[in-house]
Protein backbone atom coordinates (compact mmCIF):
# COMPACT_ATOMS: atom_id res chain seq x y z
CA UNK A 1 0.00 0.00 0.00
CA UNK A 2 2.74 2.31 -0.55
CA UNK A 3 1.42 4.35 -3.27
CA UNK A 4 -1.08 5.69 -0.27
CA UNK A 5 1.51 8.12 0.33
CA UNK A 6 2.11 11.13 -2.53
CA UNK A 7 5.40 12.97 -2.04
CA UNK A 8 5.85 16.06 -3.25
CA UNK A 9 6.15 16.58 -6.55
CA UNK A 10 4.76 12.68 -7.49
CA UNK A 11 1.46 14.54 -8.67
CA UNK A 12 2.48 17.38 -10.31
CA UNK A 13 0.89 18.41 -13.43
CA UNK A 14 3.66 20.81 -15.18
CA UNK A 15 3.56 23.66 -13.10
CA UNK A 16 1.04 22.61 -10.92
CA UNK A 17 2.01 20.96 -7.42
CA UNK A 18 -0.97 18.71 -7.18
CA UNK A 19 -3.51 16.90 -9.62
CA UNK A 20 -5.01 13.63 -8.13
CA UNK A 21 -8.37 12.79 -9.54
CA UNK A 22 -10.76 10.07 -7.97
CA UNK A 23 -9.20 7.70 -10.58
CA UNK A 24 -5.41 7.96 -9.65
CA UNK A 25 -6.05 7.32 -6.25
CA UNK A 26 -8.35 4.28 -7.07
CA UNK A 27 -11.83 5.77 -5.36
CA UNK A 28 -15.28 7.36 -6.38
CA UNK A 29 -14.87 10.88 -5.38
CA UNK A 30 -12.28 12.44 -3.60
CA UNK A 31 -10.01 14.80 -5.67
CA UNK A 32 -7.47 17.44 -5.09
CA UNK A 33 -5.76 19.87 -7.26
CA UNK A 34 -3.30 22.88 -6.46
CA UNK A 35 -2.45 25.38 -8.77
CA UNK A 36 0.26 27.72 -9.46
CA UNK A 37 -0.66 30.54 -10.89
CA UNK A 38 2.08 32.70 -12.96
CA UNK A 39 1.67 36.65 -12.53
CA UNK A 40 -1.35 38.25 -14.38
CA UNK A 41 -2.31 34.28 -15.65
CA UNK A 42 -5.83 33.18 -16.21
CA UNK A 43 -6.91 29.90 -15.66
CA UNK A 44 -10.32 28.53 -16.77
CA UNK A 45 -11.15 25.73 -15.34
CA UNK A 46 -14.61 23.41 -16.03
CA UNK A 47 -15.45 21.45 -13.16
CA UNK A 48 -17.97 18.75 -15.02
CA UNK A 49 -18.77 16.14 -12.34
CA UNK A 50 -17.34 17.83 -9.62
CA UNK A 51 -18.59 20.02 -7.03
CA UNK A 52 -15.12 21.97 -5.72
CA UNK A 53 -14.22 24.66 -2.98
CA UNK A 54 -11.59 27.53 -4.52
CA UNK A 55 -9.14 28.04 -1.38
CA UNK A 56 -6.28 30.12 -1.84
CA UNK A 57 -2.60 28.48 -0.18
CA UNK A 58 -0.39 31.18 -1.17
CA UNK A 59 -0.33 34.68 -2.97
CA UNK A 60 1.67 37.73 -3.54
CA UNK A 61 -0.51 40.75 -3.70
CA UNK A 62 -3.27 38.73 -1.97
CA UNK A 63 -6.35 38.61 -3.57
CA UNK A 64 -7.67 35.79 -6.33
CA UNK A 65 -9.93 37.02 -8.91
CA UNK A 66 -12.70 34.40 -9.78
CA UNK A 67 -15.40 34.40 -12.33
CA UNK A 68 -18.03 31.90 -12.11
CA UNK A 69 -20.86 31.52 -14.85
CA UNK A 70 -20.45 34.94 -15.27
CA UNK A 71 -20.51 36.20 -11.69
CA UNK A 72 -16.97 37.81 -10.40
CA UNK A 73 -15.88 36.80 -6.84
CA UNK A 74 -12.86 38.89 -4.88
CA UNK A 75 -11.18 36.52 -2.50
CA UNK A 76 -8.92 37.97 -0.19
CA UNK A 77 -6.21 35.02 0.41
CA UNK A 78 -3.01 34.76 2.49
CA UNK A 79 0.82 34.69 2.20
CA UNK A 80 1.28 31.40 3.56
CA UNK A 81 -1.46 29.00 5.06
CA UNK A 82 0.09 29.57 8.35
CA UNK A 83 -0.75 33.67 8.40
CA UNK A 84 -4.18 33.79 8.73
CA UNK A 85 -7.56 32.06 7.98
CA UNK A 86 -8.73 32.46 3.84
CA UNK A 87 -11.69 33.42 1.86
CA UNK A 88 -12.98 30.96 -0.10
CA UNK A 89 -15.86 30.21 -2.74
CA UNK A 90 -17.76 26.97 -3.84
CA UNK A 91 -18.17 26.08 -6.94
CA UNK A 92 -20.78 23.70 -8.48
CA UNK A 93 -20.65 21.00 -10.78
CA UNK A 94 -21.05 21.99 -14.10
CA UNK A 95 -19.86 25.03 -13.73
CA UNK A 96 -17.06 26.93 -15.40
CA UNK A 97 -14.54 29.40 -13.95
CA UNK A 98 -11.67 31.55 -14.59
CA UNK A 99 -8.68 32.25 -11.66
CA UNK A 100 -6.78 35.15 -11.62
CA UNK A 101 -4.22 36.12 -9.20
CA UNK A 102 -2.27 39.37 -10.19
CA UNK A 103 1.18 38.16 -8.64
CA UNK A 104 0.64 35.14 -8.76
CA UNK A 105 0.64 32.01 -6.50
CA UNK A 106 -1.11 28.75 -5.46
CA UNK A 107 -4.55 27.59 -5.30
CA UNK A 108 -5.96 24.65 -3.49
CA UNK A 109 -9.30 23.08 -5.62
CA UNK A 110 -10.98 20.29 -3.01
CA UNK A 111 -12.61 18.70 -5.31
CA UNK A 112 -15.72 15.42 -5.03
CA UNK A 113 -18.02 13.95 -7.39
CA UNK A 114 -21.65 14.41 -6.58
CA UNK A 115 -24.85 14.54 -7.94
CA UNK A 116 -26.62 17.55 -7.56
CA UNK A 117 -25.74 21.53 -8.78
CA UNK A 118 -25.42 23.93 -6.02
CA UNK A 119 -25.00 27.42 -7.50
CA UNK A 120 -21.64 29.22 -6.26
CA UNK A 121 -21.39 30.76 -3.04
CA UNK A 122 -18.58 32.91 -1.42
CA UNK A 123 -17.63 33.35 2.52
CA UNK A 124 -15.47 35.68 3.90
CA UNK A 125 -12.62 34.66 5.71
CA UNK A 126 -14.79 36.72 9.01
CA UNK A 127 -17.36 34.09 8.90
CA UNK A 128 -15.13 30.62 8.99
CA UNK A 129 -15.36 28.63 12.26
CA UNK A 130 -11.84 28.02 14.28
CA UNK A 131 -11.75 25.09 16.81
CA UNK A 132 -9.32 24.49 19.06
CA UNK A 133 -9.46 20.62 19.52
CA UNK A 134 -7.49 18.46 22.57
CA UNK A 135 -5.50 19.60 25.32
CA UNK A 136 -1.45 19.58 26.34
CA UNK A 137 0.53 18.28 23.47
CA UNK A 138 -2.56 17.16 21.52
CA UNK A 139 -4.40 20.63 20.89
CA UNK A 140 -4.28 22.19 17.71
CA UNK A 141 -6.40 24.45 15.58
CA UNK A 142 -9.00 23.01 13.30
CA UNK A 143 -10.42 25.52 10.38
CA UNK A 144 -14.05 24.23 9.84
CA UNK A 145 -14.92 26.10 6.51
CA UNK A 146 -16.83 23.28 4.47
CA UNK A 147 -17.54 20.93 7.74
CA UNK A 148 -20.77 19.55 7.18
CA UNK A 149 -22.04 21.51 10.49
CA UNK A 150 -20.40 24.98 9.08
CA UNK A 151 -21.34 24.88 5.54
CA UNK A 152 -24.53 23.33 4.45
CA UNK A 153 -24.20 23.99 0.81
CA UNK A 154 -22.45 21.13 -0.36
CA UNK A 155 -23.30 17.79 -2.19
CA UNK A 156 -20.54 15.71 -1.21
CA UNK A 157 -17.81 17.64 -0.37
CA UNK A 158 -16.42 18.29 2.59
CA UNK A 159 -13.47 20.05 3.78
CA UNK A 160 -11.15 21.76 7.08
CA UNK A 161 -7.64 23.05 7.69
CA UNK A 162 -5.92 21.60 10.72
CA UNK A 163 -2.83 23.69 12.27
CA UNK A 164 -0.36 21.77 14.90
CA UNK A 165 2.08 23.71 16.88
CA UNK A 166 5.68 22.15 16.59
CA UNK A 167 5.62 19.31 18.88
CA UNK A 168 2.07 18.73 19.05
CA UNK A 169 -0.11 15.64 18.16
CA UNK A 170 -3.21 16.03 16.30
CA UNK A 171 -5.79 13.77 14.29
CA UNK A 172 -5.44 12.00 17.81
CA UNK A 173 -6.64 9.38 18.93
CA UNK A 174 -6.90 7.32 15.82
CA UNK A 175 -10.24 7.09 14.68
CA UNK A 176 -11.85 6.33 11.13
CA UNK A 177 -14.61 6.84 9.12
CA UNK A 178 -14.94 4.10 7.10
CA UNK A 179 -17.29 0.79 5.53
CA UNK A 180 -16.48 -1.11 8.69
CA UNK A 181 -19.35 -2.07 10.69
CA UNK A 182 -18.90 0.32 13.69
CA UNK A 183 -18.16 3.67 12.03
CA UNK A 184 -21.17 5.68 11.48
CA UNK A 185 -19.94 6.70 7.55
CA UNK A 186 -17.81 5.81 5.13
CA UNK A 187 -15.63 8.54 3.77
CA UNK A 188 -12.45 8.91 1.37
CA UNK A 189 -10.02 11.13 2.93
CA UNK A 190 -7.00 13.10 1.38
CA UNK A 191 -4.54 15.10 4.31
CA UNK A 192 -2.28 17.71 2.09
CA UNK A 193 0.85 18.62 4.05
CA UNK A 194 2.50 22.15 4.23
CA UNK A 195 5.75 22.24 6.58
CA UNK A 196 6.55 25.35 8.37
CA UNK A 197 8.35 27.68 8.97
CA UNK A 198 8.55 29.03 4.99
CA UNK A 199 12.19 29.46 5.16
CA UNK A 200 13.87 27.02 3.13
CA UNK A 201 14.58 24.90 7.05
CA UNK A 202 14.02 21.28 6.12
CA UNK A 203 11.06 20.68 8.05
CA UNK A 204 9.01 16.99 9.06
CA UNK A 205 6.45 15.74 10.43
CA UNK A 206 4.79 12.28 11.02
CA UNK A 207 1.55 10.45 9.57
CA UNK A 208 0.22 7.13 10.84
CA UNK A 209 -2.13 5.15 8.72
CA UNK A 210 -2.86 1.61 10.10
CA UNK A 211 -6.38 -0.76 10.05
CA UNK A 212 -7.26 -3.14 12.87
CA UNK A 213 -5.75 -7.10 12.32
CA UNK A 214 -9.11 -9.29 10.65
CA UNK A 215 -10.83 -6.54 8.81
CA UNK A 216 -11.02 -8.64 6.29
CA UNK A 217 -9.31 -6.41 3.56
CA UNK A 218 -5.82 -6.04 2.74
CA UNK A 219 -3.92 -4.56 5.46
CA UNK A 220 -2.54 -1.44 6.15
CA UNK A 221 -0.03 -0.59 8.51
CA UNK A 222 2.12 3.01 7.39
CA UNK A 223 4.03 5.39 9.87
CA UNK A 224 5.32 7.88 7.68
CA UNK A 225 7.40 10.98 7.39
CA UNK A 226 5.64 13.60 5.73
CA UNK A 227 7.32 17.10 4.31
CA UNK A 228 6.22 19.72 2.64
CA UNK A 229 3.71 19.41 -0.36
CA UNK A 230 3.19 15.67 0.40
CA UNK A 231 0.05 14.05 0.01
CA UNK A 232 -1.51 10.95 1.97
CA UNK A 233 -4.77 8.81 1.20
CA UNK A 234 -6.47 7.48 3.10
CA UNK A 235 -9.41 5.29 1.65
CA UNK A 236 -9.61 3.12 4.85
CA UNK A 237 -8.73 2.45 8.71
CA UNK A 238 -7.51 4.43 11.74
CA UNK A 239 -5.71 7.42 11.14
CA UNK A 240 -3.89 9.42 13.39
CA UNK A 241 -1.36 10.31 15.21
CA UNK A 242 -0.01 13.60 13.10
CA UNK A 243 2.91 14.51 14.87
CA UNK A 244 4.59 18.17 13.98
CA UNK A 245 8.68 17.73 14.49
CA UNK A 246 9.42 20.41 17.68
CA UNK A 247 10.22 23.64 15.50
CA UNK A 248 7.96 22.79 12.97
CA UNK A 249 4.20 24.12 12.25
CA UNK A 250 2.12 21.42 10.69
CA UNK A 251 -0.62 22.09 8.50
CA UNK A 252 -2.71 19.59 6.01
CA UNK A 253 -6.54 20.16 4.54
CA UNK A 254 -8.73 17.29 4.71
CA UNK A 255 -10.16 16.29 1.69
CA UNK A 256 -13.61 13.80 2.38
CA UNK A 257 -16.76 12.65 0.12
CA UNK A 258 -18.64 9.68 0.89
CA UNK A 259 -20.56 7.70 -1.61
CA UNK A 260 -24.09 8.67 0.15
CA UNK A 261 -26.62 9.72 2.28
CA UNK A 262 -25.50 12.67 4.83
CA UNK A 263 -22.43 14.69 4.10
CA UNK A 264 -20.80 13.89 7.98
CA UNK A 265 -17.61 13.73 9.46
CA UNK A 266 -18.70 11.19 12.27
CA UNK A 267 -16.04 9.03 13.07
CA UNK A 268 -14.99 6.35 15.59
CA UNK A 269 -11.60 5.68 17.58
CA UNK A 270 -9.18 2.77 17.97
CA UNK A 271 -11.16 1.05 21.08
CA UNK A 272 -7.36 0.96 22.31
CA UNK A 273 -6.95 4.88 23.04
CA UNK A 274 -10.26 6.00 23.13
CA UNK A 275 -9.29 7.12 26.54
CA UNK A 276 -7.06 9.30 25.90
CA UNK A 277 -9.39 11.92 25.16
CA UNK A 278 -10.66 11.67 29.19
CA UNK A 279 -7.49 12.62 29.91
CA UNK A 280 -7.52 16.16 29.13
CA UNK A 281 -10.21 17.01 31.31
CA UNK A 282 -8.69 19.38 33.21
CA UNK A 283 -5.61 19.73 30.95
CA UNK A 284 -4.59 23.20 30.22
CA UNK A 285 -4.64 24.25 26.44
CA UNK A 286 -1.51 24.42 24.58
CA UNK A 287 -1.26 28.73 25.12
CA UNK A 288 0.21 28.67 20.88
CA UNK A 289 -3.71 27.58 20.10
CA UNK A 290 -5.39 28.95 18.31
CA UNK A 291 -2.72 30.38 15.55
CA UNK A 292 -4.75 32.09 13.24
CA UNK A 293 -7.42 33.95 12.42
CA UNK A 294 -8.94 36.26 9.59
CA UNK A 295 -7.47 39.05 10.73
CA UNK A 296 -3.85 37.36 10.86
CA UNK A 297 -1.53 35.24 13.26
CA UNK A 298 -2.70 34.77 16.82
CA UNK A 299 -0.02 35.81 19.45
CA UNK A 300 -0.08 33.65 22.26
CA UNK A 301 -0.47 34.84 25.65
CA UNK A 302 2.10 36.29 27.54
Not at 32 to 39: F, N, P, Q, S
Request: include cysteine.
Amino acid sequence: MGDLHRQAGTLADGADPVRLTPEQAGWARCGLRVLCLAEGEERTIATGEDELVVLPVSITGLDVDVDVDGVRVVLTGRSSVFERVSDFVYVGRDSSMTLRAAGGGEVALATARCERRLPARYSPAEQVAVEVRGAGVCTRQVTNFLSPDRWPHADRLMAVELLTPGGNWSSYPPHRHDDSPECPVNNEEIYYFRIGPNDGTDGFGVHRLYTGKGDGVAEIDETVEVRDGDVFLIPRGYHGPCIAAPGHTMYYLNVLAGPGGERSMAFCDDPAHHWVRDSWTGMAIDPRVPMTSAAGPVAPPP
